[in-house]
C-alpha cells in the first residue's frame, strides 16, 4: 500500500499551469534569466562598470595634461608709437599650445587613483555577492514552488481518502453497523480538505508570483513550466547527497571567497590610499609645463612677437594651510581604524552565519530522516485504524485521526526535504560558494 501513497511531481504540471505555457525552466535556467532580466543585478553591473570609468578617469593625472586655444578678432591699442592717444583697430589671430606634466607629488595623485581603484575593486565585489544572494533567492522560491505543488498533491490525497471514507460510511449506515454521526463526521472531514486544497491551490500562485519577482519575469501570465521530478518519499532521505564541507572548512572557504569579505578588504585599501594622499599635502608638487605661443595682427606686427615659448620646472608648496591637512590627516587615520574594525566585525559575522546555516542544514537533514520514519509508521496507524474500524472496534474519530496524522506527516516530510536543499542555498550563500 506504500505505493499507493508515493507523491508524483510530473515533469508537465498541466494541472497548475497555464496551458499557453511553453519553456520549461530547471534551476539553472532561472538564474541565467535572472542574469538577464533581474533590475538589481542591472544596477549593480552597472556601478561596477562606471567604477572602472572613474578609475580610468583619474589614472589620467599621470599623463601629461596637453591644451590648446586659438582665438581670432579685433584688438585696440594706443598708438603710442606714432606719438597719439589715438585708438587704432588691428586684427588678432592667436594660438597657444600648452602641456603640464606631473614629475613627483609625494604620492597625491598615486592616493587618488589607488582610493579609484580600491573603490573599483569593492564595487566589483558588491556586484558578485549581489550575484550570489541572488542565486540563493532563487533557489528558496525555487524550491518553494516545488514545495507548493507537491503539498497540493498531497491535500489531492487527503480528498481522495475522505471521499472514500464518506462512501464507506454511507454504505455501513444503509447496512445498519453504523450511526448516521459518522456520515456527518465524513463530510465536515471531506469540506475540511477540500479547503486546505483550496490554500494550497493559492499558496502556490504566491510562491509562483514570488519567483517572477526574484527571477525578472514581466509577463501578466506565465509562460513557463518548472522541470520537476518524481518523489520515492519511501527513500527520500536516502536520496540526499551529503554536504561538500564539514563546518571548519565551510568557515575557511568563506573566509577566502567570500565577496563581502574582500569588499571591506578593498574598504581598508582604499581608506590608507586616501590617507597617503591627504599626507602628501604637507609636501610640495613638482612638475614641468611648458607653452608655446603663435600670433598675427596687421599694423602692429613690427612691434608684436610672432613666435613665443616657454618651458619651466615648478613646485608648488603650500606652507601653511591654517592646521586643515593635520585635520585631515587625523581624519583619514580615524576611517582607516573604522574599515578595519569593520573588516573583523565581518569575519565575526561570516562565522557566525556559516556555523548557523551549516547547523540548520544538519537540524533539517535529521530533520528529514524522522519526518520519513514517521511517514511510515502513520501509514501503518492508518491502516490498521481503517481495519479496527471496519471491523467495529473503533469510532470514526480514531480513523479520523489516524488519516489525518497521516496525511500531515506527509506534508511535513515534503516540507522538510525542499527546506533541506533551501539550507543548502543558504549555506552556500553564506560561505560565498
Request: glycine content about 4%.
Amino acid at each position: 500500500m506504500k505505493n499507493n501513497y508515493l507523491l508524483k511531481c510530473l515533469l508537465t504540471t498541466t494541472l497548475f499551469l497555464d496551458l499557453n505555457a511553453n519553456d520549461i525552466y530547471n534551476i539553472d535556467d532561472l538564474i541565467l534569466k535572472a542574469f538577464e532580466n533581474s533590475p538589481s543585478l542591472k544596477i549593480s553591473k552597472s556601478n561596477y562598470e562606471a567604477s572602472k570609468s572613474r578609475y580610468k578617469s583619474v589614472s589620467s593625472a599621470y599623463l601629461p595634461n596637453v591644451d590648446f586655444h586659438a582665438s581670432a578678432g579685433k584688438t585696440g591699442v594706443t598708438d603710442t608709437f606714432g606719438g597719439t592717444q589715438n585708438m587704432i583697430d588691428d586684427t588678432l589671430l592667436l594660438g597657444k599650445l600648452s602641456a603640464k606634466q606631473i614629475i613627483y607629488d609625494f604620492g597625491a595623485t598615486g592616493g587618488v587613483i589607488d582610493s579609484s581603484k580600491y573603490d573599483s575593486q569593492s564595487l566589483n565585489m558588491q556586484n558578485i555577492d549581489d550575484i550570489i544572494i541572488k542565486k540563493r533567492d532563487i533557489k528558496e522560491a525555487y524550491y518553494n514552488v516545488l514545495k507548493a505543488i507537491a503539498l497540493i498533491e498531497v491535500q489531492k490525497e487527503n480528498i481522495k481518502l475522505n471521499t472514500a471514507q464518506l462512501y464507506r460510511s454511507e454504505k455501513y449506515f444503509e447496512a445498519g453497523i453504523r450511526t448516521k454521526i459518522d456520515i456527518s463526521d465524513a463530510k465536515v472531514s471531506l469540506i475540511k480538505a477540500k479547503l486546505e486544497l483550496k490554500k494550497a491551490e493559492y499558496k502556490l500562485k504566491i510562491e509562483y508570483a514570488k519567483l517572477d519577482e526574484t527571477v525578472g519575469f514581466t509577463a501578466l501570465q506565465r509562460e513557463y513550466t518548472l522541470f520537476t521530478k518524481e518523489l520515492d518519499l519511501s527513500n527520500i532521505y536516502e536520496s540526499l547527497s551529503p554536504y561538500k564541507f564539514n563546518l571548519k572548512e565551510s568557515i575557511l572557504y568563506a573566509y577566502e571567497n567570500k565577496a563581502s569579505l574582500k569588499k571591506q578588504t578593498a574598504k581598508v585599501n582604499s581608506s590608507l590610499s586616501q590617507e597617503n594622499q591627504v599626507s602628501s599635502n604637507y609636501y610640495p608638487s613638482i612638475y614641468f609645463s611648458a607653452d608655446y605661443t603663435k600670433q598675427s595682427v596687421d599694423t602692429f606686427k613690427q612691434f608684436t612677437p610672432k613666435d613665443k615659448w616657454q618651458a619651466s620646472l615648478n613646485i608648488d608648496w603650500n606652507i601653511y594651510k591654517g592646521g586643515e591637512t593635520n585635520a585631515k590627516v587625523q581624519e583619514n587615520k580615524i576611517n582607516t581604524s573604522i574599515q578595519r574594525d569593520a573588516l573583523i566585525k565581518m569575519e565575526l559575522s561570516i562565522k557566525k552565519k556559516t556555523t548557523e546555516a551549516f547547523l540548520n542544514l544538519h537540524q533539517n537533514r535529521d530533520t528529514l530522516e524522522l519526518s520519513q520514519s514517521l511517514v511510515e509508521v502513520s501509514s501503518e496507524k492508518f491502516n490498521q485504524a481503517s481495519k479496527r474500524y471496519e471491523h467495529g472496534l473503533s469510532d470514526y474519530i480514531e480513523l479520523q485521526q489516524a488519516r489525518q496524522g497521516y496525511i500531515d506527516a506527509k506534508a511535513s516530510l515534503i516540507v522538510d526535504y525542499y527546506n533541506y536543499y533551501i539550507s543548502v542555498a543558504y549555506l552556500d550563500s553564506a560561505i560565498g560558494k
